[in-house]
């Protein structure tokens, strides 16, 4: 497939020197860009020699604990000498696909996210929906295990029913998380109900990803469990997308996981051999960044036009919020869907505080043949005046004229465009941003990796419950 590389356009957000002192309050100059230059080269290059400690098992020095830098080889590995672990990947999925119709991936946060971003990116928006032959035989999906909803809970139990045609994936790095592992007692005792009790096919219908110790894979090993896969160390839950965490769930559902890493690893080699100002993952850093210390935007709006990026943002808000939201610092992260949210969020970011950096995020082709506005004997509503336009016209206008109108008050914006939504673009968007945050996390000095914050409520959480 000839490789189509996605684009960050930050353009509109310089201005010249000699632009009128407000415009250059609210934007960036070239002495932003001058100074922010060598400093990205330099987070460039602890970022690669990080991922190399991680490569070369080298010892990781006690201030860059905890590193979690295996993130950005992975992808390159699975495609070279972890291949045959890819196959494994591939095959698991599909004997789970042979006798499932619908799988349940059992996770929390970082260890279920990024299946649900590929799922509503890469899959047909009704996959549930649709018959099995449609689906290409691809088993229905459903995420639990990220909340303690009983409503909720019950009614995917309902959905299962006393069948034995379903099967689980339980994903926990830590292996001790309650959300999922309660999900998981729920959901396996239903199984083996459904299975008539019988184990040799609960075994056949059940995988766990989870590190090489803790307590599910205890339990996976008591349950004599025939696969389970291992999430790296070095690897942590919100990097984990482009491990079995992620490749799993979406080779399951149908998605090309090959061309995921494949995007993934060509923007390594962007990141790699591009320049800084030249190179996406490094400049979305930087800019963000600029504009976050200089303009005061502490909020980061990635603006997703159509539906099919949501979950793809979710991922993101949580990848930046548990990365850099640490020692009373971090932007925070917000997902808008376009054009839905225009008709909630769009007054605000049109005339609210000026705290926040709207980036797009663009897909450029539709997959589908574009549906078009028909000439109808009923004009009513008007729109015999623009027969002919194309849905994706309809999106790039409302996309215009929100930056001209954004432009026009002098909040400009930036753009992340894909050529078109497809498993290499969401590859190297997911390598991209992951990128970025650990570049952005050394650029602050502020260590990316570890989320030493979350773990009050489970403290609390666990001291209230267990007797
Ligand atoms: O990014 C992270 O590390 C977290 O969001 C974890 O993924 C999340 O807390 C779930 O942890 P675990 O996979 O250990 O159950």
């Not at 994903?171 to 999922?180: R, Y």
């Not at 007692?185 to 090489?212: S, Y």
């Amino acid at each position: 497939m000839a490789a189509t590389p996605i684009v960050y356009d930050y353009s509109r957000l310089i201005v010249p020197d000699a632009a009128p002192a407000f415009v250059r309050q609210t934007a960036l100059v070239g002495a932003d860009l001058k100074y922010i230059a060598p400093r990205l080269a330099a987070c460039r290059q602890e970022v690669l020699d990080n991922a190399r400690l991680w490569v070369t098992g080298g010892p990781v020095p006690p201030e860059k604990q905890p590193l979690d830098a295996g993130f950005f080889d992975l992808p390159n590995q699975f495609l070279d000498e972890e291949r045959e672990q890819l196959d494994t990947i591939v095959a698991t999925a599909n004997r789970l696909a042979e006798v499932c119709d619908r799988v349940v991936v059992l996770g929390i946060g970082g260890s279920y996210m990024g299946a649900r971003a590929v799922f509503e990116a890469c899959c047909h928006p009704f996959h549930n929906e649709l018959g099995a032959g449609v689906r290409g035989n691809r088993p229905r999906i459903y995420f639990e295990g990220n909340n303690v909803d009983n409503d909720a809970m019950a009614g995917l139990l309902d959905l299962l029913g006393e069948a034995d045609d379903w099967g689980i994936i339980v994903i926990s790095k830590s292996g001790g998380t309650l959300e999922t592992a309660v999900a998981f007692r729920v959901f396996l005792e239903a199984l083996k109900k459904g299975c008539g009790g019988d184990m040799g096919k609960v075994r056949e219908r059940v995988v766990p990803i989870t590190g090489e110790t803790g307590r599910l894979r205890d339990l996976a090993d008591a349950l004599e469990l025939p696969e389970v896969f291992p999430i790296p160390d070095g690897v942590g839950g919100r990097f984990s997308v482009l491990s079995a965490v992620g490749l799993l769930p979406a080779a399951v559902m149908g998605a090309n996981v090959e061309q995921l890493l494949e995007g993934a690893a060509a923007m390594n080699d962007v990141f790699r051999h591009s320049a800084p100002l030249e190179n996406p993952s490094l400049d979305y850093a930087g800019i963000s960044w600029l504009m976050q210390a200089r303009r005061g935007a502490n909020i980061r709006v990635l603006s997703t036009w159509g539906k099919r990026l949501e979950a793809v943002g979710l991922w993101y808000d949580q990848l930046l919020a548990e990365s850099l939201g640490k020692h009373g610092q971090g932007p925070t992260p917000l997902t808008a869907v376009n054009t839905r949210d225009l008709h909630s969020r769009g007054q605000q970011h049109q005339e609210g505080s000026r705290d926040k950096l709207i980036t797009n995020l663009v897909v450029e082709q539709p997959q589908r043949e574009p549906l078009a506005v028909e000439r109808s004997e009923y004009d009513q509503d008007r729109l015999n005046e623009m027969a002919g336009r194309t849905l994706p016209e309809l999106l790039g206008a409302a996309r215009s004229g929100t930056d001209k109108a954004y432009a026009d008050d002098h909040r400009p914006t930036a753009d992340i465009r894909l050529p078109q939504l497809d498993e290499h673009t969401l590859g190297q968007l997911f390598q991209m941003l992951m990128i970025a945050t650990v570049a952005e996390g050394r650029l602050i000095g502020i260590n990316p990796y570890g989320q030493p914050g979350v773990e009050a409520y489970k403290r609390n959480m666990n001291a209230l419950l267990r007797k």
